[in-house]
């Protein structure tokens, strides 16, 4: 794609780019491709041209790599063209959100920056951009504006850019033709509704008649004169206020993810989800208590916005809110996660890049814990809790059979094992009444309390302290939950078997039947929901 001039206008005065531009810019056998990025040089970015939300996207560093990576975005994207490009490898990823009527006038509701993503998928956004001087950020507003009507663009959009902080510069990433999830974060800064202003642009009325428009300009609202968008006149100045965006908002998505295993998708039924709007921070779910998410659906199910008069206030309001939500279910979520990357040094100062969260995920940067102790001695106590109301449950159902049940039903002294943190557990549990245990390990010993909750959880009674606590299986582990802390408890893995993590689709196999595979080498390959 590298200096397309090859462009036409059409009947209507709108820019296009010929089809065999397109097809020149683009690459559609690996061979060609391998020639392209050779010339570029790497690392470089191979991209299929209709792909998106993280699929059809590889970042390649040799050529050893390439043909694999070619062929996987070939297989998410069927028949679609590639990009290869050269990798910006300390950026930001900023957008620009535009607006433009049926008449030709289009305008930017200022920006949003969308740099904290893994697997190029966005998790953290912010509204408006703050790491772009001033006078670069217009420039890029001024060329998204510019955009828009060489193309004869209508209703919302954004346009992509790559930003680099170390010497200023912009690249142009793309033009997204609609509404991205996002963009509560532009209307609370901008005060403009904007699925409500691309139903009024989709009925013909044009940008000056739209109220909130209107306003944002410092124009009467209910007035019906020009607005001189461009401020091209030197009268403009005095009618109308430049547009400017009002506080910071920061967006958080919540997905269905493991973090601690590179933000692995999951999904199944939700027990029970806690969360309280307020003031400054507002949240919506597709998935309520009761319900779940099938290997089928996209990963996220929440989205939280907190505001604030600046970065910092809108950032110290969302921490407090995502330690306060409470989701309980058979899957994992990135709530902990989230709060420990809002707290790094690094975001706080606002010196991340859009490869921040990978290396973050390749150093196996983790979520806050509880600690050590208080996990095994919770976790050993709650699995122990769990075989014994198990045992009971069955004694009961026997009793009102009429049939007589095993004394096995009645046993009081439970083995349990497991490993936490690399560290193999084996503890003799012992139960001395109806709510009170002891717990042996390596000749020690501890007296715990268990209190059933009526939510399927246990109250864990330890050293004058209560906390509550609420297990669920997984695949060759026990989730262990905290006081809204997250631990894996695992079972001792058998070499002789390859197991998925969780359901999804088998791609290919990365090796062939019969092949040496060497430690930490990839040997399949499977999609996973989004």
């Not at 100045?237 to 998505?253: E, N």
């Not at 297990?471 to 893995?493: D, F, Q, Y």
């Amino acid at each position: 794609g590298d200096g397309i001039k090859d462009t036409f206008l059409n009947d209507l005065g709108h820019l296009e780019v010929p089809d065999n531009a397109y097809q020149e810019a683009t690459t559609h056998n690996m061979e060609q491709g391998l020639k392209q990025a050779l010339r570029i040089g790497f690392p470089v970015m191979v991209k299929a041209s209709e792909g998106g939300g993280g699929k059809g996207i590889r970042m390649v560093s040799k050529e050893t790599d390439f043909a694999s990576a070619f062929y996987q975005c070939q297989a998410e994207v069927p028949g679609s063209p590639i990009f290869i490009m050269k990798l910006a490898g300390e950026s930001r990823h900023l957008e620009v959100q535009v607006l433009a009527d049926q008449y030709g006038n289009a305008i930017s509701l200022f920006g949003r920056d969308c740099s904290v993503q893994r697997r190029h998928q966005k998790i953290i956004e912010e509204a408006p951009v703050s790491i772009a001087k001033p006078e670069t950020f217009e420039r890029m507003e001024k060329a998204a504006v510019r955009l828009a009507r060489l193309v004869g663009y209508v209703s919302a959009g954004t346009v992509e850019y790559l930003y680099t902080p170390a010497d200023d510069k912009f690249y142009f990433l793309e033009l997204n033709p609609r509404l991205q999830v996002e963009h509560p974060t532009t209307e609370m800064v901008s005060g403009v509704n904007l699925p409500a202003a691309q139903l009024l642009v989709s009925m013909g009325i044009p940008l000056h008649r739209i109220r909130e428009i209107r306003h944002l300009y410092g124009m009467d609202p209910n007035g019906t004169s020009p607005i001189d968008f461009e401020f091209s006149s030197p009268q403009a100045i005095d009618v109308q206020r430049k547009p400017q965006p009002k506080g910071h908002v920061i967006a958080v998505r919540i997905t269905a993810e493991n973090p601690e295993a590179g933000f692995k998708p999951s999904s199944g039924m939700m027990q029970s989800l806690n969360f309280r709007s307020s003031t400054n921070v507002w949240g919506y779910f597709s998935v309520s208590a009761n319900g779940g998410l099938h290997e089928f659906a996209d990963s996220q199910f929440g989205h939280i916005f907190s505001y604030g008069a600046n970065r910092e206030q809108a950032r110290q309001s969302m921490v407090v809110a995502l330690k306060e939500i409470s989701i309980r279910g058979d899957f994992r979520t990135t709530v902990e996660y989230l709060v420990r990357l809002l707290e790094m040094p690094d975001f706080r100062s606002n010196a991340f890049t859009t490869a921040w969260l990978d290396r973050l995920i390749s150093d196996h940067l983790t979520a806050e814990r509880p600690d050590p102790e208080l996990a095994v001695i919770c976790g050993a106590t709650c699995m122990a809790h769990n075989d014994s109301a198990r045992l009971l449950g069955e004694f009961k159902l026997a009793m009102d059979r009429g049939q007589a049940p095993n004394k096995a039903l009645l046993k009081t002294t439970f083995l349990v094992e497991f490993i936490y943190e690399g560290v193999r557990y084996r503890f003799i549990a012992n139960r001395t009444g109806p709510t009170g245990w002891i717990l042996y390990l390596n000749g020690s010993k501890v007296s715990v309390g268990v209190r059933a909750l009526s939510d399927g959880g246990a109250l864990v009674l330890l050293d004058g302290k209560s906390h509550a606590c609420y297990t669920s299986a997984e695949v060759g582990a026990t989730r262990l939950l905290i006081n809204e802390r997250t631990c894996l408890l695992e079972e001792e893995v058998d070499p002789t078997q390859l197991r998925s993590p969780s359901p999804g689709k088998l791609v290919r196999f990365l090796v062939d039947s019969g092949d040496h595979v060497k430690c930490g080498e990839a040997y399949a390959e499977i999609e996973v929901m989004k």
